[in-house]
C-alpha cells in the first residue's frame, strides 16, 4: 500500500467540495480587480481570503512555486516521547486561476529522512522500539492536481490515497499589529470498512506573512514562513505491527523563490538522485518527462 503519510505531503493538503462555490465567480473577480488597484484586503471576505491564501501558499501568476520544511519527527507511546529521525521536504507546484475564482495546482514533493543526530541522509534506521534495522525509502509524490477553495482543498484521483477518508479545511486568518497566520488543517484516515492497515494522518501546518505584502497589488506572492506539526500513524517502513502508539512531527520552512534557495543538503540530494527535478520541475509538473 503506498504510504498515506507520503501522498498526503504530495498533494500538499486535502479538502471537500464547498456547496455552492461556483456561484461566487463575480465575487472573485471584484476581490481580483480590488487588489490590483491596491484596496487592502478585507480577511473576512471569502473572496479576500482566498486570495490571501493562494498568495502565501502559492502564488496569483503561474510561475514555479516552491518550498520547504525542515524538522524532527519523534515516537509517542503512553504519551511519552523517543526522538527517531529528522526529516527534510521540498515541495513544487505552480496553479492557475479558474473561471469561477478558484485556483487549480499542480504539486509534487522530493522529501528525505535524515540521521537525528548528523542531519545525513539516512538508508537504514535502527528501530528503537523494535530493536530492528530497517530499510528508509526517499519520498517523491506527485504531481497532483488540487482545487483551492476559500473553505480548503480539493484533491484529484491522482492523489494515490483511494478509498480514504480526507477533510482539509483552512481556520480563519489571525492578525497581530502587521503579521498574519493561516492555519492549513488536514485529516485524513482509513474508513472503518477499509481492508488494509489502519492509518491516520493529522497535519496543522501554519503560513505567516505580513499585512504589507498581502495588501501590495505589485507582489503575486509573499515572503512566507511555514511551521508544521503532524499527528501520524506509524510509518509502514518502520515495521511496528500492531504496537500502540504513533509519530509526533515537528518542522520549519519557508516559501523559496529559486532552487538555489533550498538548504544546501537538500540541493545536493536532489541533484544525485533527482536529476530531472534539479533540471526542470516545470516540466513534471507539465507531465513531461526527461
Excluded at 519523534?74 to 504519551?79: C, L, R
Excluded at 497532483?144 to 476559500?150: D, F, G, Y
Aim: positive net charge; proline residues 6%.
Amino acid at each position: 500500500m503506498t504510504d498515506p503519510s507520503t501522498s498526503r505531503r504530495s498533494v500538499i493538503g486535502f479538502g471537500t467540495l464547498a456547496l455552492g462555490l461556483p456561484l461566487l465567480g463575480s465575487t472573485f473577480s471584484s476581490a481580483a480587480q480590488a487588489q490590483t488597484k491596491g484596496k487592502s484586503l478585507d480577511l473576512s471576505n471569502k473572496a479576500d481570503f482566498l486570495t490571501a491564501v493562494q498568495k502565501m501558499r502559492g502564488a496569483l501568476d503561474e510561475r514555479i512555486c516552491m518550498g520547504y520544511v525542515k524538522g524532527l519527527y519523534y515516537g509517542v507511546v503512553d504519551a511519552k516521547i523517543t526522538p527517531l529521525y529528522g526529516v527534510l521536504g521540498g515541495t513544487f507546484s505552480r496553479y492557475k486561476r479558474l473561471p469561477n475564482g478558484n485556483f487549480e495546482g499542480r504539486t509534487f514533493e522530493v522529501a528525505y529522512f535524515t540521521d537525528w543526530n548528523t542531519g545525513q541522509l539516512m538508508e537504514t534506521f535502527n528501530n528503537p522500539y523494535t530493536g530492528e534495522t530497517v530499510t528508509v525509502p526517499q519520498t517523491r509524490m506527485g504531481p497532483s492536481t488540487v482545487i483551492i477553495t476559500p473553505e480548503g482543498l480539493k484533491i484529484g484521483g491522482e492523489s494515490g490515497l483511494p478509498g480514504m477518508s480526507v477533510t482539509h479545511r483552512f481556520l480563519p486568518a489571525r492578525v497581530v499589529n502587521n503579521d498574519v497566520w493561516i492555519v492549513d488543517e488536514s485529516v485524513v484516515s482509513t474508513p472503518p470498512d477499509f481492508k488494509g492497515p489502519k492509518f491516520s494522518y493529522n497535519e496543522v501546518t501554519t503560513l505567516q506573512t505580513t499585512l504589507t505584502e498581502l495588501n501590495d497589488p505589485k507582489l503575486l506572492q509573499t515572503a512566507t514562513h511555514v511551521h508544521f506539526n503532524g499527528v501520524v500513524s506509524w510509518r509502514p517502513w518502520l515495521k511496528m505491527g500492531d504496537r500502540p502508539g504513533h509519530l509526533l512531527g515537528n518542522a520549519a520552512g519557508r516559501r523559496v523563490s529559486k532552487m538555489t534557495d533550498y538548504p544546501a543538503e537538500y540541493q545536493e540530494w536532489t541533484k544525485k538522485y533527482y536529476a530531472d527535478v534539479w533540471a526542470n520541475p516545470g516540466a513534471i509538473l507539465d507531465g513531461k518527462k526527461g
